[in-house]
């Protein structure tokens, strides 16, 4: 810094933590510095996963997602949640075909049954993408999933067949898995907390799909309906795809029957079954005209 710098007011007067960092590991080498004990604490990983330090990782987690999204310029989302295990329809034939016992065999054709709904996932994903909608400099309905295969694969396809970018929110999990290929590589994120995966799956979603799929989509589906009915959250579009296999799964209206809801509440959702009618909602809940 030349002594004309110096004087300027503007200019910083601690050095950043990159640098800091540098200069941390030119230090000579004793055994007081190669002690873990002396390492800075921001550089330390034994330390930042400590039980105690839980409260940073929060915060952390919380953080890094809204800090890329927003330099992403990254306004809203249309959030698609789904199963794992639903096949593409050109791989429908080969689970059935795999299938050992009649057992197997039964589950298999129902999953292969239900593969249209990877290809209206992934044409309503390629629906949004192609509105290209852009707000205050802020790109609107950008498609997210959970970043896995299946019906979260098709929501990044569809994005990705259109050239636009998407979201894909994982989690780690003790077996072996990654990003599905389609989630664009500077929008996929690794979760620990599923608390905050949820968190960031919600706060920029204006509308959400919701396609067959197991305990991880029903969690995310009554989380949601949970907080549009208790006012945490104001409303928006959901979709639910598949009525047939919900209504087989829950008795809604044996919910609202028992008195543990409300008849009110079986209208914070929307059936659909393709992907034209389920992005018409959207449009006209929000006024929009993609042309």
């Known amino acids: ?19 800091e960092a540098g200069f ?17 604490a921001f550089r ?10 839980r409260p940073v990782r929060f915060q952390l987690e919380l953080l890094k997602p809204e800090m890329l999204l927003e330099e992403a310029n990254i306004g809203s989302t249309l959030v698609m949640y789904g ?39 992934r044409k309503l994903a390629r629906l949004a993408s192609s509105c290209a909608i852009v707000e205050k400099g802020m790109r609107q ?17 569809g994005a990705a067949d259109v050239g636009a970018e998407s979201l894909g929110l994982n989690i780690v999990l003790p077996h ?24 960031h799956f919600l706060l920029r979603a204006r509308a959400v799909a919701v396609f067959p799929g197991g305990f991880g989509t029903f ?13 945490k959250m104001k409303p928006i579009p959901i979709l639910l795809y598949g009525r047939e296999f919900w209504e087989r799964v829950i008795d809604f209206e044996a919910l609202a029957e028992e008195g543990t809801i409300n008849p009110a ?3 914070l959702f929307r059936w659909c079954e393709t992907a034209e009618e389920g992005w018409e909602h959207i449009s006209k809940f929000y006024g929009l005209d993609c042309g």
Not at 219 to 225: I, K, N, S, T, V
């Open 1 to 19: 810094m030349t002594e004309q710098e110096d004087k300027d007011l503007t200019k910083r007067r601690f050095y950043k933590a990159e640098q």
């Open 24 to 40: 941390a590991e030119q230090q000579p080498d004793t055994i007081q510095t190669e002690h873990p004990a002396y390492q800075l």
């Open 44 to 53: 330390d990983t034994d330390f930042l996963l400590r039980d105690e330090l």
């Open 83 to 121: 199963s794992a295990r639903i096949p593409s329809p050109d791989k429908a034939e080969a689970l059935v075909q795999a299938a050992a016992t009649d057992y197997q065999k039964k589950v298999a054709g129902r999953l292969a049954d239900k593969a249209k709904y990877y290809d209206e996932a």
């Open 141 to 157: 309905f950008v498609v997210c999933s959970g970043g896995g295969p299946s019906i979260m694969e098709a929501a990044n396809r």
């Open 176 to 199: 072996e898995q990654a990003p599905n290929r389609f989630v664009t590589p500077r929008l996929s994120f690794q979760f620990h907390y599923f608390a905050l995966r949820k968190m």
């Open 219 to 231: 969690d995310e589906f009554f989380e949601l309906l949970t907080l549009i009915q208790t006012g």
């Open 265 to 267: 509440d079986l209208d």
